[in-house]
């Protein structure tokens, strides 16, 4: 496929760990598009993006449009036969889109018509899915609404969280994109229409979401949490401060205690009462403190001082805007 040029889009770690294995596998990559370069953290440093850096890497040029919808001419002149996206982070027009003889494609981590959207990995692992998968679909102006080309199921475990679910479908994707290019070029595919009937979406994560509640059951809270753990995070207020959760696990037992309740009987991980079952903390984050996991904690602190302590009251608005 080495005289049909392909023009990438894409700005996270899951469409730098793609674009990597296109370029790999000698598929004609002509240049990049992702998002502009940005300034993070508290020195406000330059930090370039996942895909940028394997662009550079492998000696491609690199466009980071503000908005890539005012630069159509410059698409045109890079006269792509294909397009493909994924997780780029803009939307792009139709002009853009039509430009390719081959169209524009996209990797979308979901199987499709069920969570469109920005953040598909994360409410599969939340809502408890127990498989997901990755759908190559041709673009539209939608939001994830075009003809459906290939797909692919990926198995979701009790332990997996979003960062680990995200790991085994961009591998998944990859292999799935590098399956669908050769036929998309070989005219041998018979795009498939979404099932409407069938739609969920997948908003990005609203900073509301990230609170945990603990008065339900103990399997749901769990769900939510590792689909939270790291990207973007979640937490709960504990004495007026944020306390967020890294690494936890569950517990479905009879429950005595009021639901919120701290309980210590182990050295590696303390307890919090749920509805039916406790969330076992191993690795944890108070307000203005360091990442620690609880063992190394006692080390360093009186038992009695996260011992028997009740999380504020769960449902309150005010925690949940803080």
Same mark, same amino acid.
């Given at each position: 496929?080495?005289?049909?040029?392909?023009?990438?889009?894409?700005?996270?770690?899951?469409?730098?760990?793609?674009?990597?294995?296109?370029?790999?596998?000698?598929?004609?990559?002509?240049?990049?598009?992702?998002?502009?370069?940005?300034?993070?953290?508290?020195?406000?440093?330059?930090?370039?993006?996942?895909?940028?850096?394997?662009?550079?890497?492998?000696?491609?040029?690199?466009?980071?449009?503000?908005?890539?919808?005012?630069?159509?001419?410059?698409?045109?002149?890079?006269?792509?036969?294909?397009?493909?996206? &994924?997780?780029?982070?803009?939307?792009?027009?139709?002009?853009?889109?039509?430009?390719?003889?081959?169209?524009?494609?996209?990797?979308?981590?979901?199987?499709?018509?069920?969570?469109?959207?920005?953040?598909?990995?994360?409410?599969?692992?939340?809502?408890?899915?127990?498989?997901?998968?990755?759908?190559?679909?041709?673009?539209?102006?939608?939001?994830?609404?075009?003809?459906?080309?290939?797909?692919?199921?990926?198995?979701?475990?009790?332990?997996?969280?979003?960062?680990?679910?995200?790991?085994?479908?961009?591998?998944?994707?990859?292999?799935?994109?590098?399956?669908?290019?050769?036929?998309?070029?070989?005219?041998?595919?018979?795009?498939?229409?979404?099932?409407?009937?069938?739609?969920?979406?997948?908003?990005?994560?609203?900073?509301?979401?990230?609170?945990?509640?603990?008065?339900?059951?103990?399997?749901?809270?769990?769900?939510?949490?590792?689909?939270?753990?790291?990207?973007?995070? &979640?937490?709960?207020?504990?004495?007026?401060?944020?306390?967020?959760?890294?690494?936890?696990?569950?517990?479905?037992?009879?429950?005595?205690?009021?639901?919120?309740?701290?309980?210590?009987?182990?050295?590696?991980?303390?307890?919090?009462? &749920?509805?039916?079952?406790?969330?076992?903390?191993?690795?944890?984050?108070?307000?203005?403190?360091?990442?620690?996991?609880?063992?190394?904690?006692?080390?360093?602190?009186?038992?009695?001082?996260?011992?028997?302590?009740?999380?504020?009251?769960?449902?309150?608005?005010?925690?949940?805007?803080?």
């Amino acid at each position: 496929m080495k005289n049909k040029k392909i023009l990438y889009m894409g700005t996270t770690s899951f469409s730098a760990y793609i674009l990597e294995q296109l370029i790999n596998h000698d598929f004609d990559v002509i240049a990049l598009v992702s998002q502009p370069d940005r300034k993070v953290g508290r020195k406000q440093e330059i930090k370039i993006t996942p895909t940028k850096e394997v662009a550079l890497n492998n000696s491609l040029d690199v466009y980071g449009f503000e908005n890539i919808n005012d630069n159509i001419e410059v698409i045109k002149e890079l006269n792509p036969d294909l397009i493909v996206t &994924c997780a780029y982070g803009q939307k792009i027009s139709k002009d853009i889109l039509d430009i390719p003889k081959y169209g524009s494609i996209n990797v979308h981590a979901s199987l499709l018509p069920k969570y469109r959207g920005g953040a598909p990995i994360h409410y599969a692992v939340m809502n408890g899915d127990r498989k997901t998968g990755n759908t190559i679909m041709y673009m539209e102006e939608g939001l994830d609404t075009g003809d459906m080309i290939l797909q692919s199921e990926v198995e979701i475990t009790l332990d997996d969280t979003t960062s680990t679910l995200s790991d085994k479908m961009m591998v998944d994707g990859a292999k799935l994109l590098i399956e669908a290019i050769p036929k998309i070029f070989n005219n041998d595919i018979k795009p498939i229409k979404q099932d409407e009937s069938q739609v969920t979406y997948s908003y990005n994560i609203p900073r509301e979401l990230e609170y945990i509640d603990f008065n339900r059951d103990v399997l749901s809270v769990y769900n939510h949490m590792r689909g939270l753990i790291k990207i973007p995070g &979640c937490y709960a207020m504990l004495n007026d401060k944020k306390i967020k959760f890294y690494e936890v696990k569950f517990e479905e037992v009879q429950v005595n205690e009021k639901v919120g309740t701290i309980i210590v009987d182990d050295k590696k991980y303390f307890k919090i009462a &749920c509805l039916n079952g406790y969330i076992k903390v191993y690795k944890f984050q108070l307000e203005g403190k360091k990442i620690v996991d609880f063992s190394s904690y006692l080390n360093g602190n009186k038992l009695e001082i996260i011992t028997n302590i009740v999380l504020n009251e769960v449902n309150s608005n005010e925690n949940r805007s803080k």
